[in-house]
Nanobody, 121 residues
Framework: QVQLVESGGGLVQAGGSLRLSCEAS????????MGWFRQAPGKEREFVVA????????AYADSVKGRFTISRDNARNTVYLQMNSLKPEDTAVYYC??????????????WGQGTQVTVSS
């Protein structure tokens, strides 16, 4: 079992930046792939970014490439999502997720409670 706690959401103007954090507990952190997903009002949840257990592999949705950066600190059991050049269309609830696999963009087994990110125009 893995517990995930997100933090760092909020309200920001277009062009601004936010950093989300997700602290995990309950399993050896460097063996699990981590990811971020988001869900905007009236839309389905979508993949944003993933990182492997070691941090050596990442994958990004085309919509965030060049603007978002995922990283992880395995000593702190924490994964980060640095979001720059934010756009109003980035507004969503962002979810941290953990996979039983060392790296995945689709298969996630544990989910955080979500944190709201709102980008004003």
């Amino acid at each position: 079992q893995v517990q995930l706690v997100e933090s760092g959401g909020g309200l920001v103007q277009a062009g601004g930046s936010l950093r989300l954090s997700c602290e995990a507990s309950g399993r050896t952190f460097n063996t699990i792939g981590m990811g971020w997903f988001r869900q905007a009002p009236g839309k389905e949840r979508e993949f944003v970014v993933a990182i492997s257990g070691s941090g050596g592999m990442t994958a990004y949705a085309d919509s965030v490439k060049g603007r978002f950066t995922i990283s992880r600190d395995n000593a702190r059991n924490t994964v980060y999502l640095q979001m720059n050049s934010l756009k109003p269309e980035d507004t969503a609830v962002y979810y941290c997720a953990a996979s039983k696999m060392v790296f995945s963009t689709t298969r996630y087994d544990y989910w955080g409670q979500g944190t709201q990110v709102t980008v004003s125009s």
